[in-house]
């Protein structure tokens, strides 16, 4: 019997049994696929058992005692889903975010999304609402959009089993490519692009991967029940995680002093998030903020034009200033050029 | 996942779905199961063989197409599906938090709601694996109102503020809305200027959704902002070093061209002189305009101001 077959019949055997089942029992109901050597036919089962478990299937089994026997039980009502009682607004918020991320082509645990909004859609009829909101993967090119979505589906399995993954990485920042065995933590998706979190056996420290410069990658299929690693009870993924350029952990932290003014001033809780800001006159404002990648601020101040002024530390001064020069030079006339 | 757990969720989907929905058609059915109709039909040849012992007549799901509609006459205790594993629960919950800050209570409430549906054994792994997935894309308040006013096909009034001018007042029919680059947009009707247009979310103001219904097309995809893409009369000439390349070239894929020094050349709109210039300066040097003119100057005028000069 083929082994979907086989496992529907289990449940539809265990969601009607008023009595416990025995193994003895179930050899019995199933003689072609449990019979044979007693060894093979318990591992057979025990896959079909953790298969069950896997899909959420209550199966316990119980030692019997003077009013029931022994064998293996479903506790039904914990297999049927229940009305979640939901209103149609938050109905409308898990449909919304659900459709985005799936509508957006690439999102760990596609199927598992899938699965999900039809299951909480099962009891809302035919009156779901289908809104148009759109997620678009930054730094992925057209036809690259299967590849990064089927590379987070199986990173998504592997958190989700603890399982290390071997990853063929192409950073920018170097000319060749690295092999690297990582213990991966968990995905974050920051400004369309999603990072890996994990344990570089390589570097022996935490990591951070752009899913998207992932060339291959390879899940450890040895005993995939058995997990890896541990991921260390305080990990968080938000504090490995840079949402702004210059929150790259590239060095030390240092505290940077800003002077927004102009039209920039009223923004600035919005542009420097996180930043203790300060009211200084003729409207402006001081931002401070710790810094952990000096030249992503830098070149993000150079965008903000005029209005934006570095106050201190001097080194970051003197960075905007060579920065600039540099940019002047390459777009001097030919006649200051000369003169230069 | 295996094919087998695949299909074993979605066969374990399919019974109570037609419990549910007697008569629903062959097509409705397998664009809920999103897969093709052949595939539906085979699956449904296999449901015909599921039962339990000891396999009497009666004892067989009896599930059947007439008239290309489907039918479950025995669902043999298949009336509802399983509840949600961790794994959907948890996949589910983090796309939630794609409109976190704009969805406010309802999905605070409805996360709530779903943990409680969860099967008490499934709870921790789920709290697990949902802490394994971050998508809070910063979205902005104006998500809110705006999901609305698209759901409900209602137009919508804004401030729109434009660099070096006051706001302008505006009226749209909202018809997507989009999130690229961390930057999220509106695509709507534009009555000001009588076309389609893409609105950034953090220049409006003072959003209001009207009472004033409309019809929204049937292909109203926004187009992804794209500066190689655009067609303008002037195009500007854009050159990059070898160390900002890489980036370059993640961005821009084919349209970024390569030199032989190892960096790329790419040609985009020149449309806006301010969006140029600081694109260009947020390379901090990196980058370089090779024509026109006028848009080099630019960007010399801007490098000079940024250290007062």
């Given at each position: 019997m083929e082994r979907t077959e086989r496992i529907l019949d289990l449940v539809a055997l265990l969601l009607d049994a008023r009595e416990p089942i025995s193994w003895a029992e179930l050899r019995e109901h199933f003689p072609a696929d449990y019979g044979g050597s007693d060894d093979a036919a318990e591992r057979k089962f025990e896959r079909d058992k953790a298969e069950l478990v896997e899909l959420g299937f209550p199966l316990t089994y119980v030692q019997g005692d003077d009013e029931r026997r022994d064998g293996y039980i479903v506790d039904r009502d914990a297999y049927y889903l229940p009305e979640a009682d939901l209103t149609k607004e938050e109905l409308a918020v898990l449909y919304a975010a659900g459709s985005a991320a799936l509508a957006?082509?690439?999102?760990?645990g596609r199927d598992d999304l899938a699965h999900a909004l039809r299951k909480i859609g099962f009891?809302?009829?035919?009156?779901l609402p289908t809104p148009r909101v759109r997620m678009e993967l930054g730094a992925v090119q057209e036809g690259e959009e299967k590849e990064v979505s089927a590379r987070l589906e199986q990173l998504w399995d592997a958190c989700a089993a603890r399982k290390w993954v071997e990853i063929t990485y192409a950073s920018p920042k170097h000319p060749t490519t690295t092999h690297r065995k990582v213990d991966p933590y968990g995905l974050a998706l920051r400004r369309g692009v999603w990072t890996l979190v994990g344990h570089c056996h390589l570097r022996g420290g935490l990591r951070t991967f752009h899913v998207h410069r992932i060339r291959e990658l390879k899940v450890n299929?040895?005993?995939?029940?058995?997990?890896?690693f541990q991921v260390p009870?305080?990990?968080?993924l938000d504090s490995h995680v840079?949402?702004?350029?210059?929150?790259?952990?590239?060095?030390e932290p240092v505290e940077v002093v800003l002077r927004l003014s102009g039209a920039l001033a009223s923004r600035a809780a919005s542009l420097l998030p996180g930043a203790t800001l300060e009211p200084v006159e003729e409207g402006g404002v001081r931002a401070r903020m710790k810094v952990t990648f000096l030249d992503g601020l830098v070149r993000f101040c150079l965008q903000l034009g005029p209005d934006c002024r570095v106050e201190g530390p001097e080194s970051a001064q003197a960075r905007v200033k060579e920065m600039a020069t540099r940019i002047l030079e390459r777009h001097a006339e030919a006649h200051e050029k000369v003169s230069a | 996942m295996s094919n087998v757990h695949e299909r074993l969720r979605r066969l374990l989907f399919l019974v109570p779905y037609v419990s549910k929905h007697p008569g629903v058609t062959v097509e409705a059915l397998a664009k809920a199961l999103n897969m093709s109709r052949e595939d539906l039909l085979e699956e449904l040849d296999l449901l015909t063989c599921v039962g339990r012992p000891p396999f009497n007549p009666d004892d067989y799901i009896d599930i059947y197409v007439d008239n290309d509609r489907v039918y479950v006459d025995l669902d043999q205790r298949l009336f509802a599906p399983p509840r949600l594993t961790a794994g959907e629960a948890a996949a589910l919950a983090a796309s939630a938090e794609l409109l976190r800050p704009a969805a406010g209570d309802a999905l605070q409430s409805a996360l709530q709601k779903l943990e409680r549906i969860l099967p008490p054994s499934t709870r921790e792994r789920y709290r697990e694996m949902y802490r394994k997935i971050d998508a809070s894309t910063e979205a902005p308040q104006a998500l809110a109102p705006l999901t609305r006013a698209i759901i409900e096909r209602l137009e919508v009034t804004f401030a729109y503020a434009r660099p070096g001018g006051p706001p302008e007042p505006r009226r749209v029919r909202p018809y997507e809305l989009l999130s690229h680059r961390g930057q999220w947009y509106l695509q709507g009707f534009d009555h000001m200027r009588q076309d389609a247009r893409l609105f950034r979310l953090d220049r409006m103001e003072d959003i209001t959704v009207t009472d004033t219904p409309f019809l929204p097309p049937p292909d109203a995809r926004a187009d992804v902002p794209n500066p190689a893409r655009s067609r303008t009369e002037v195009s500007v000439r854009v050159r990059f070093t070898p160390v900002a390349a890489p980036y370059v070239k993640e961005r821009f894929g084919r349209d970024a061209r390569p030199l032989a020094d190892g960096g790329v050349e790419v040609l985009v709109a020149g449309d806006s002189e301010r969006w140029l210039t600081q694109w260009v300066l947020s390379f901090g040097g990196e980058a370089q305009v090779v024509e026109p003119e006028s848009a080099r100057a630019a960007v010399a005028r801007a490098a000079r101001a940024s250290v007062g000069l």
């Amino acid at each position: 019997m083929e082994r979907t077959e086989r496992i529907l019949d289990l449940v539809a055997l265990l969601l009607d049994a008023r009595e416990p089942i025995s193994w003895a029992e179930l050899r019995e109901h199933f003689p072609a696929d449990y019979g044979g050597s007693d060894d093979a036919a318990e591992r057979k089962f025990e896959r079909d058992k953790a298969e069950l478990v896997e899909l959420g299937f209550p199966l316990t089994y119980v030692q019997g005692d003077d009013e029931r026997r022994d064998g293996y039980i479903v506790d039904r009502d914990a297999y049927y889903l229940p009305e979640a009682d939901l209103t149609k607004e938050e109905l409308a918020v898990l449909y919304a975010a659900g459709s985005a991320a799936l509508a957006s082509g690439a999102f760990p645990g596609r199927d598992d999304l899938a699965h999900a909004l039809r299951k909480i859609g099962f009891f809302a009829g035919e009156s779901l609402p289908t809104p148009r909101v759109r997620m678009e993967l930054g730094a992925v090119q057209e036809g690259e959009e299967k590849e990064v979505s089927a590379r987070l589906e199986q990173l998504w399995d592997a958190c989700a089993a603890r399982k290390w993954v071997e990853i063929t990485y192409a950073s920018p920042k170097h000319p060749t490519t690295t092999h690297r065995k990582v213990d991966p933590y968990g995905l974050a998706l920051r400004r369309g692009v999603w990072t890996l979190v994990g344990h570089c056996h390589l570097r022996g420290g935490l990591r951070t991967f752009h899913v998207h410069r992932i060339r291959e990658l390879k899940v450890n299929t040895a005993r995939p029940r058995t997990p890896d690693f541990q991921v260390p009870a305080d990990f968080s993924l938000d504090s490995h995680v840079a949402y702004f350029p210059w929150q790259h952990r590239f060095h030390e932290p240092v505290e940077v002093v800003l002077r927004l003014s102009g039209a920039l001033a009223s923004r600035a809780a919005s542009l420097l998030p996180g930043a203790t800001l300060e009211p200084v006159e003729e409207g402006g404002v001081r931002a401070r903020m710790k810094v952990t990648f000096l030249d992503g601020l830098v070149r993000f101040c150079l965008q903000l034009g005029p209005d934006c002024r570095v106050e201190g530390p001097e080194s970051a001064q003197a960075r905007v200033k060579e920065m600039a020069t540099r940019i002047l030079e390459r777009h001097a006339e030919a006649h200051e050029k000369v003169s230069a | 996942m295996s094919n087998v757990h695949e299909r074993l969720r979605r066969l374990l989907f399919l019974v109570p779905y037609v419990s549910k929905h007697p008569g629903v058609t062959v097509e409705a059915l397998a664009k809920a199961l999103n897969m093709s109709r052949e595939d539906l039909l085979e699956e449904l040849d296999l449901l015909t063989c599921v039962g339990r012992p000891p396999f009497n007549p009666d004892d067989y799901i009896d599930i059947y197409v007439d008239n290309d509609r489907v039918y479950v006459d025995l669902d043999q205790r298949l009336f509802a599906p399983p509840r949600l594993t961790a794994g959907e629960a948890a996949a589910l919950a983090a796309s939630a938090e794609l409109l976190r800050p704009a969805a406010g209570d309802a999905l605070q409430s409805a996360l709530q709601k779903l943990e409680r549906i969860l099967p008490p054994s499934t709870r921790e792994r789920y709290r697990e694996m949902y802490r394994k997935i971050d998508a809070s894309t910063e979205a902005p308040q104006a998500l809110a109102p705006l999901t609305r006013a698209i759901i409900e096909r209602l137009e919508v009034t804004f401030a729109y503020a434009r660099p070096g001018g006051p706001p302008e007042p505006r009226r749209v029919r909202p018809y997507e809305l989009l999130s690229h680059r961390g930057q999220w947009y509106l695509q709507g009707f534009d009555h000001m200027r009588q076309d389609a247009r893409l609105f950034r979310l953090d220049r409006m103001e003072d959003i209001t959704v009207t009472d004033t219904p409309f019809l929204p097309p049937p292909d109203a995809r926004a187009d992804v902002p794209n500066p190689a893409r655009s067609r303008t009369e002037v195009s500007v000439r854009v050159r990059f070093t070898p160390v900002a390349a890489p980036y370059v070239k993640e961005r821009f894929g084919r349209d970024a061209r390569p030199l032989a020094d190892g960096g790329v050349e790419v040609l985009v709109a020149g449309d806006s002189e301010r969006w140029l210039t600081q694109w260009v300066l947020s390379f901090g040097g990196e980058a370089q305009v090779v024509e026109p003119e006028s848009a080099r100057a630019a960007v010399a005028r801007a490098a000079r101001a940024s250290v007062g000069l």
